[in-house]
């Protein structure tokens, strides 16, 4: 089972297409956004995953890891996977943040676009046995991460790839 473990923004990915969203749209950074303005959560720091993950590991078995970087889902998470594999993610299981949802809006990005240059709200994808899901999640919101069930590992054919359900 894929454990999604949330982002704190573009985690410093994908600021060339930012640049250009912003120069196009006119876009004033003190300009409200959810909960922040547009420059907070476009300059929230990235989330450091270290020490969750060490507690995690102390007691779960992680049968991969995979930082979602530049790339994206789409180009990190087949990195972490064997051949012959696919990862069926469920789209709907999290809420994308405001900042992904005004930058594909305010650039006109395609939803594939968005997948493969920005985390979306996702930063962290961990891949445990689906009886350890429960103690898995447990130990991540215990410490403090933003964590659920993102989807599965099936099989395919090949190299992996990613495959968005919605």
């Known amino acids: 089972v894929l454990i999604g473990v949330a982002s704190s923004g573009p985690h410093s990915n994908g600021y060339s297409l930012i640049r250009k969203i912003l120069a196009v749209s006119g876009a004033r950074l003190n300009q409200p956004l959810a909960d922040h303005t547009l420059g907070a959560a476009l300059l929230a720091p990235?989330?450091?995953?270290?020490?969750?993950?060490?507690?995690?590991?102390?007691?779960?078995?992680?049968?991969?890891?995979?930082?979602?970087?530049?790339?994206g889902l789409t180009e990190n998470l087949p990195r972490v996977l064997p051949a012959n594999t696919r990862a069926i993610i469920d789209a709907a299981s999290w809420q994308r943040p405001a900042i992904f949802q005004w930058l594909q809006q305010q650039g006109g990005v395609a939803e594939a676009e968005m997948w493969r240059t920005f985390n979306c709200g996702v930063g962290l994808v961990v891949c445990v046995a689906a009886a350890d899901v429960a103690q898995a999640l447990a130990i991540l919101r215990g410490a403090g991460e933003i964590a659920w069930p993102l989807g599965q590992i099936a099989v395919g054919e090949g190299a992996p790839w990613v495959e968005f359900q919605p």
Do not use: D, F, N, S
């Open 46 to 71: 990235t989330r450091i995953y270290v020490k969750p993950m060490l507690k995690l590991l102390e007691q779960v078995e992680a049968r991969a890891i995979a930082h979602i970087t530049g790339g």
